[in-house]
């Protein structure tokens, strides 16, 4: 996501509409970018104390400081998750775009690098995909990484870039751009994938305000032809803006099917931005989707955006990680010396709910190295903790509420409403600081049961500044950033519950 694409508070869509014909056709203004030439872009030293600030997240990554949005190029190598990430090494606020760089062997505690690709002659790095080339289709050598990203001047043009150490650092191809473009005002995040049966690179290319994805193929990585493009007729669909696609192979009841994963701003399902999907069938050319009630969405919070999935992880798992937050208000909110966290990463895979495919995305099962053991609460009390996970029982044939609540009387409200089958999370100003901008108060935030039971289990992960709710096998996300003034420690109006406390990762 850009920022000179998402200004459009003026006329966002805070509630649900159905498909017709209307839709967003405005476009704001470029805002100007800070320039520091003094700043490093180093991340700085980390110590024992220089990530324990108010709101700092204690198990979800953000950067030593700086502005950060999407997450880009995520690929394992050789035991190690590459996460690099839109960052400002010059300021906190949007602007300077580069790519951050983290690595993790666990997916759960992340080491800082330096930056890993800063602005350059083809403009500034926008998002964008890494693979590993085993075959050496590109001739940068066998297991070289090769960086996909959008560079971002006059107009955006997809470029390629290699590393041949592990992912440290990049050298800028001499044939850049791989893709041209000098007519298209949106053209840009490039997802690359394999698929096996043509023995073809594919690469999807989002057309923002357009709404559409394009499909490109290469078989050396350089050269690439447009194959076709992929656009719904659903207005609900299309409210805002796509960006970041991805395309997954899943299994699907005894078969298997792909899925199309576009994010979408501002026409997310809490107003604002959101991840949706198309689940569909793909020949190596053309994606097709299954005609199902769309928009399908990943997560049916404010604060989920951008996610895509790590590339060549083990067993073909597919992990996705999301920025934590919304351009609605993300430029606002009160964190320093960083500004966003990314979401707690979620292991994907297709459900059959209700007769449809449904795509499930719980916390992945790394989680446990930082967890403690379940202890149980008859009053729902946790104690003192920054971080925790709690699980119960709710039933979904009855109107309940229940309440995240600290010690000074700020709660974050979830209703349960049985005929509606929704989970509906009120962000109000009970939950702590919400006055930095007008529209970070979302008195409904609503969620589908997605489920054919009567009784939900809950997972409810609470760090300093975020509460994720998803159901069990992870049909149901609801993920939303909260500013209390301290954690919430009690979980009242569900009676007993289960929790472990979590270890920061820091």
């Not at 990585?221 to 192979?249: H, M, V």
């Not at 449809?356 to 099962?365: C, D, E, G, T």
Request: aromatic share 12%.
């Amino acid at each position: 996501m850009k920022l000179y694409d998402a200004i459009l508070l003026a006329v966002l869509c805070i509630g649900a509409i159905s498909c017709g014909d209307s839709k967003f056709d405005l476009k704001p203004e470029s805002p100007s970018i800070t320039e520091d030439p003094d700043t490093p872009v180093e991340p700085g030293t980390p110590s024992e104390s220089n990530r324990n600030e108010q709101y700092r997240p204690q198990i979800h990554f953000t950067p030593f400081k700086n502005w950060i949005n999407d997450p880009n190029g995520m690929v394992y190598v050789d035991g190690v998750y590459h996460l690099y990430y839109q960052y400002n090494p010059q300021g906190n606020s949007w602007g300077n775009l580069s790519w951050g760089h983290a690595t993790s062997t666990d997916l759960v505690h992340w080491t800082e690098h330096n930056v890993a690709m800063t602005p350059n002659e083809w403009g500034m790095i926008f998002s964008g995909s890494a693979i590993v080339d085993k075959d050496n289709a590109a001739g940068f050598g066998k297991d070289a990484i090769l960086a996909f990203y959008t560079g971002a001047d006059a107009h955006q043009q997809q470029c390629l870039a290699y590393s041949t150490d592990g992912g440290m650092t990049y050298t800028q191809y001499e044939g850049n751009p791989v893709i041209t473009n000098t007519e298209l005002g949106d053209f840009r995040d490039p997802k690359v994938i394999w698929h096996e049966e043509s023995k073809t690179w594919i690469m999807l290319l989002a057309l923002g305000w357009d709404h559409k994805i394009e499909l490109w193929g290469s078989k050396n990585l350089k050269n690439w032809e447009k194959y076709s493009t992929f656009t719904t007729d659903c207005a609900r669909s299309n409210i805002g803006q796509w960006e970041c696609p991805d395309l997954l192979r899943m299994p699907y009841e005894g078969g298997e099917k792909w899925v199309m994963i576009v994010s979408n701003n501002p026409g997310g399902p809490a107003g604002g931005s959101g991840i949706e999907y198309f689940v569909g069938d793909f020949d190596g050319r053309e994606f097709t989707a299954m005609a199902l009630d769309y928009p399908l969405w990943l997560d049916y919070g404010s604060d989920n955006y951008a996610g895509v999935t790590w590339s060549n992880t083990p067993g073909g798992r597919y992990v996705m990680i999301g920025w934590m937050n919304n351009w609605n208000y993300c430029g606002d909110v009160p964190c320093s010396p960083w500004r966003s966290a990314m979401t707690l990463p979620r292991e994907l895979s297709l459900k059959n709910v209700n007769g449809s495919p449904l795509l499930a995305a719980p916390v992945i099962k790394e989680i446990e190295v930082i967890a403690g053991e379940w202890e149980n609460s008859a009053d729902g009390f946790v104690g003192e903790a920054d971080a925790f996970e709690a699980k119960f029982d709710v039933d979904l044939t009855e109107n309940s509420v229940f309440r995240l609540e600290n010690s000074y009387g700020q709660y974050l409200e979830v209703e349960v409403n049985a005929s509606a089958g929704k989970m509906i999370v009120k962000r109000t100003s009970t939950t702590g600081e919400t006055g930095f901008n007008n529209l970070f108060s979302v008195p409904s935030i609503s969620a589908p049961f997605n489920s054919d039971a009567d009784v939900m289990e809950l997972h409810v992960f609470v760090d300093r500044s975020s509460v994720e709710i998803t159901s069990a096998d992870g049909t149901m996300c609801i993920t939303n950033i909260v500013f209390p003034r301290e954690s919430y420690n009690r979980i009242s109006g569900v009676g007993a519950i289960s929790f472990r406390k979590f270890n920061s990762i820091w």
